[in-house]
């Protein structure tokens, strides 16, 4: 009786630890990838426009997605609560200089919704410079400046 008690005991704790090596090894044999994918070289360098994009659009996620959307179509879960709606920026006509002013300084500066904040209290002229540029990178019609 021992024994069947011992070998049971046994086979319980290899039942839980094979799994377990299982997935170190998975781990392991997958690690060079991961790795790979977050080399240094991958990245843009800083003062790139591809870079300016990615930090643009980390920002836009960050503060403008609640009224603005993920698309920047202006169907964010915010938008119901304003009367104008907020931009959609896809599809917005206006050029670079009047995107920055108007993230910069409100909508109420620049005639338009006082919904819209005055950024250049939250963010730096870095980050609105690359808020804009990502946004003239997703635009159906990319300003001409």
Same mark, same amino acid.
């Given at each position: 009786?021992?024994?069947? %008690?011992? !070998?049971?005991?046994?086979?319980?704790?290899?039942?839980? !630890?094979?799994?377990?090596?299982?997935?170190? +090894?998975?781990?392991?044999?997958?690690?060079?990838?991961? +790795?790979?994918?977050?080399?240094?070289?991958?990245?843009?360098?800083? #003062?790139?426009?591809?870079?300016? %994009? !990615?930090?643009?659009? *980390?920002?836009?996620?960050?503060?403008?997605?609640?009224?603005? $959307?993920?698309?920047? #179509?202006?169907? $964010?879960?915010?938008?119901?609560?304003?009367?104008?709606?907020?931009?959609?920026?896809?599809?917005? #006509?206006?050029? *670079? %200089?009047?995107? *920055?002013? %108007?993230?910069?300084? $409100?909508?109420?500066?620049?005639?338009?919704?006082?919904?819209?904040?005055?950024?250049?209290?939250?963010?730096?002229? +870095?980050? !609105?410079? #690359?808020?804009? *540029?990502?946004?003239?990178?997703?635009? +159906?019609?990319?300003?001409?400046?």
């Amino acid at each position: 009786m021992l024994n069947f %008690i011992f !070998i049971r005991k046994l086979a319980v704790f290899f039942m839980m !630890i094979c799994p377990l090596a299982v997935y170190a +090894e998975e781990q392991a044999a997958s690690k060079p990838e991961a +790795e790979e994918a977050v080399k240094p070289e991958s990245f843009p360098p800083k #003062d790139s426009p591809a870079a300016a %994009i !990615i930090r643009g659009e *980390t920002a836009f996620k960050r503060y403008c997605i609640l009224c603005h $959307g993920v698309n920047a #179509d202006g169907k $964010g879960r915010a938008a119901k609560n304003y009367d104008p709606k907020p931009a959609n920026l896809r599809a917005s #006509d206006k050029n *670079t %200089i009047y995107k *920055t002013m %108007i993230v910069t300084k $409100g909508g109420a500066a620049m005639g338009r919704s006082a919904f819209m904040p005055q950024w250049s209290e939250e963010l730096t002229k +870095e980050q !609105i410079t #690359d808020v804009v *540029t990502y946004l003239n990178s997703i635009a +159906e019609h990319p300003p001409k400046d």
